[in-house]
């Protein structure tokens, strides 16, 4: 029940998971050779009873076999002073750029020296799981300075998923011309379920994550190719629906959308290898997802998941199947709270390559999984001695992944040194 509850609550940082003594562990394995064929007999990680006796729709969807990091591999906490820290880029120069849910962006450089507060953000509805949210930098970043951001924003008819624009000044200190370019409609009287995160594509568009704002009157929004609320949408620099969107010739459709029927999206990532957009998504009591997503297609939030009401009530028709809606690839029950991943493509611990890692908020930690073939065929769970709500994470140049937590701490996760 106390995981649910925290589940409840997974978005507000005030809350803190019990048993943090404030000193960090980093978890190491014997050493062994490094082999990029994990093995994976191993009892699956997760050991808890699931909230629903729902089967899944194809063997290995979830509880897939355990595998272990057979490199020895550290978790460094490089800096404990950052401020709700929610999302984190490298940029060109190594430093990292890192967004603080009340509203400023710090640079953490590779020590964990944090600058000042950068300031000249427009302002945020920090209340519950809002505030400053993703953040991405252009991809001409070294040239213009300009840096793409996620925000809740409070308007006159309530709150609503927004994206802004600005360029970070010579000095690194503020952020100048700050420009909303684009608003997640309708606005609502929520402070839960923004989604937030946001990414280039190869073609110089964005993929921005909404969320539908959890009360169960805009739920069905999610369905609705008519609002802007739990979906991925894709568009310009300047906001407006990117050229070759799925729905752009559809009249009865808003154009800057890419995927639907998603509930909580605060992970995305490109893979690697095949160019594919994943993404990870709350569930409810159950039913966190990893999707892999393809233009134009339903995610099925909320006619068909593996969750069930946090009351323990079903969800509609209690359906996990229906035709025309999109499987995830892999789901948890109960649930992890999946918040930023990426996929490591570090040199570092050739182990690890090209496998997708997630911060998870509740059981803390951060899952690896091992996909092939778009299928998920191991997971393991670092740095759960930490207890840390790990919020975000991304490849650093030197080969090592970077995450940022709840509770304000950078970390360096890579080869023991
Ligand atoms: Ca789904």
New binding site residues.
């Given amino acids: 029940m106390f995981r649910n509850i925290l589940h409840i609550i997974c978005g507000i940082s005030i809350i803190t998971v019990a048993c943090n003594n404030g000193t960090p562990t980093s978890e190491t394995k014997k050493e062994s050779p490094v082999s990029n064929q994990p093995d994976t007999t191993g009892a699956p990680v997760e050991k808890d009873t699931p909230n629903t006796n729902y089967k899944p729709a194809f063997a290995g969807q979830t509880r897939i076999a355990g595998v272990h990091t057979t490199t020895p591999y550290e978790g460094k906490v490089l800096s404990s002073g950052l401020m709700n820290p929610w999302g984190i880029v490298q940029l060109p120069d190594g430093n990292f750029l890192i967004t603080e849910k009340g509203g400023t962006m710090r640079i953490a450089d590779a020590n964990g020296q944090l600058s000042d507060k950068i300031t000249g953000l427009p302002a945020v509805n920090s209340d519950g799981q809002g505030g400053l949210l993703g953040l991405t930098l252009d991809p001409d970043f070294s040239k213009n300075k300009m840096v793409y951001w996620v925000f809740s924003e409070k308007l006159k008819e309530g709150n609503l998923t927004a994206v802004a624009k600005g360029t970070l000044s010579a000095d690194n200190k503020k952020i100048e011309n700050a420009t909303v370019i684009y608003h997640a409609t309708p606005a609502h009287n929520s402070t839960l379920h923004y989604g937030g995160r946001i990414l280039f594509d190869k073609s110089g568009y964005m993929v921005v994550s909404t969320g539908e704002r959890s009360d169960i009157e805009t739920r069905p929004l999610a369905q609705s190719l008519q609002a802007a609320l739990g979906k991925i949408v894709r568009i310009t620099k300047e906001g407006k629906p990117a050229p070759g969107n799925p729905f752009a010739n559809d009249k009865n459709a808003r154009p800057e959308i890419w995927s639907y ?3 909580n999206v605060q992970g995305l990532a490109w893979h690697p290898e095949t160019g594919d957009l994943w993404e990870t ?1 709350f569930g409810p009591r159950g ?1 966190d ?1 990893v ?1 892999r997503v393809e233009p134009g297609k339903n ?3 909320p006619t ?2 593996y969750g069930i009401e946090y009351s323990g009530e079903k969800i509609g028709d209690a359906i996990q199947q229906k035709a025309g ?4 690839v892999y789901y948890w029950d109960p649930v992890v709270s999946p918040s930023g991943i990426v996929f490591y493509t570090g040199n570092e611990i050739p182990e690890w390559k090209n496998n997708l890692f997630i911060c998870a908020l509740n059981t803390p930690h951060i899952a690896r999984l091992v996909i092939t073939n778009n299928k998920v065929t191991g997971e393991e769970r670092l740095l759960a001695a930490d207890k840390e709500r790990f919020r975000d994470i991304t490849n650093g140049k030197d080969g090592a992944l970077y995450a940022v937590t709840d509770s304000g701490k950078l970390y360096r996760i890579g080869k023991k040194k």
């Fill in positions: 029927g998603h509930r998504e039913g997802e999707n995610y099925g939030w068909i998941t809606l999109e499987q995830p």
